[in-house]
């Protein structure tokens, strides 16, 4: 059994850039959610996809953007890159079955925007 | 709205002691509590859970305790050793179709030998 992959594991892109974040789901998940992590706080929601589609969205403007693909893995966009979008990007899977709120976490994308 | 506050920030315990950590909420409909634990550098990792219907759960020297009442829960780790040095952190969730957990802010643990 696979965990969850990310890439890359660092990037670093300058103000008003686009930039796009990759995530294969743990085995037998099918459902993708992911969160904003800064320096020294929790992650944040930022939305969850399931069956492509997108589900749930926290805090985050449309800027924020993203994808699922057939084989569950699924791709976080963000446009006109903000100093403020610093921060360790985290995919997390799961399962909709009767344990489906347990989350398993990537390793992240350290983001850093000059 | 949704907030989860954690106590303390930072905790320093000698190897063998306890260590407790604190969560309140504000949103009564949440149902999911986890603990997550990450080391540095790596990801956060669920270490314990608990649901509203269940008041305390344990495995192995970490344990869970909930207060629907008070909104609050608390992770407990006894025997502690240096590898549990890490960053805790609380979340919780409430019922619905996505898993949105909202987290503390966390607690950075230093076990000292």
């Known amino acids: 059994e696979t965990g969850v992959t990310q890439s890359p594991t660092h990037l670093i892109k300058t103000r008003g850039q686009q930039v796009t974040l990759r995530c294969s789901s743990q085995?037998?998940?099918?459902?993708v959610s992911w969160y904003q992590q800064a320096l020294g706080q929790g992650p944040q929601f930022i939305f969850q996809?399931?069956?492509?589609?997108?589900?749930g969205r926290g805090n985050f403007p449309p800027r924020f953007s993203g994808l699922q693909f057939p084989n569950y893995s699924s791709e976080l966009n963000v446009n006109a890159l903000e100093l403020d979008d610093s921060a360790l990007y985290l995919c997390a899977s799961s399962t909709t079955g009767a344990t489906n709120e347990k989350l398993f976490f990537g390793s992240g994308t350290q983001l850093s925007v000059l | 709205g949704e907030n989860v506050e954690q106590h303390p920030s930072t905790l320093s315990v000698q190897e063998g002691d306890s260590a407790v950590i604190k969560c309140t909420y504000s949103d009564s409909a949440s149902n999911y509590f986890p603990w997550y634990k990450q080391e540095l550098g790596k990801r956060p990792q669920l270490i314990i859970d608990?649901?509203?219907?269940?008041g305390e759960k344990k495995d192995q020297r970490i344990a869970v305790t909930l207060n629907k009442t008070a909104k609050h829960f608390s992770l407990h780790i006894t025997e502690t050793q240096p590898e549990d040095s890490a960053v805790y952190f609380c979340?919780?969730?409430?019922?619905?179709?996505?898993?949105?957990?909202?987290f503390g802010a966390g607690t950075r643990l230093a076990v000292h030998p």
């Open positions: 996809y399931y069956r492509e589609e997108e589900n």
């Open positions: 979340a919780v969730k409430r019922p619905g179709g996505y898993n949105k957990l909202i």
């Open positions: 608990i649901r509203s219907n269940v």
């Open positions: 085995s037998g998940h099918n459902t």
